[in-house]
C-alpha cells in the first residue's frame, strides 16, 4: 500500500426503483457483516430524523407541497448535513451500508423533469460511494410488492423514468444486482459484492468525491 492511501471503512450504497427491496436488503446485509466482525452502521436516506429530513417526510406523505428544486435540494442538505460524520465513520474503519443516496437524489428530481445535470451539481464534493449496488427491478414488477402506491412518486409510469435516469448514472463503481430473484438470493450476491469492497479499503483506498 502506497503512501497516503487511507485505510479506512467502505461506502457501499444500495440503489433501486421503490419497492426494489433495498431496506430489507440493506438490514440483512448490514447484520451478516457485523456477524462476521467487520464494523458496520446501517444508514438510510432521507435521514427522516433531522428537521431537514422531517419535511422531506411531510412531503413525501403528501401532507405538504414543495416546489421541484426545493424538495431536490433540501434532499441534497440532508445529505450534506450528515457529511462530516459520514466521512470520520469511515475514516476511523467503519463501513456504511447505506440505503438510497445521491443515485436517488439526481434520479428522482429528473424523472419530474428537472435538468438531469442540475440535479447532480449539488451533490459535487460528497463522498463517492466505492460500491453501488443497484437492485434492478421493472417497475411492472415492483408494483406488484406490498405497500406500493403509498408514498409520493410510486407509480409505474413515474418509476420508469427514475430508472432511465439511474441508467445513465451507471460507472465502474456499479454492480446490477436482479432483484426479481429470492430475497436470500439476492442477498448472496449483496454478501460477496461487499466483502470484497471492505477487503479493499481495509488495504488502502483513497476516498473520492462525488462526481468521480
Ligand atoms: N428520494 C430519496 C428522492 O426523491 N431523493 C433523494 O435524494 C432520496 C434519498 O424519496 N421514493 C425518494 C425516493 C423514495 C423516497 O425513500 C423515500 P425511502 O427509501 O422509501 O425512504
Ligand atoms: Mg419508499
Redo the contacts with the bound molecule.
Sequence with gaps: VGGGVEKRGALIVLEGL?RSG??SQCRALASFLRGRGQAVEEW???DRTTAIGQMISSY?SETSELDDAAIHLL??AN?WEKKNLMESTLRAGTSLVV????Y??VA??AAKGLDFQWCKTPEKGLPAADLVLYLDIQPEVAARRGEYGV????KVEFQTRVASHYQAMRDSTWQIVDADQTVDEVQQVLREAAQNVIDTCKSGRELLRLWP
Aim: glycine share 4%.
Design positions: 421503490d433495498k431496506s438510510r436516506f432521507p413525501l434532499f441534497s445529505r440505503d438510497r443516496y445521491s436517488s437524489g428522482f428530481s408514498e409520493r412518486y410510486e
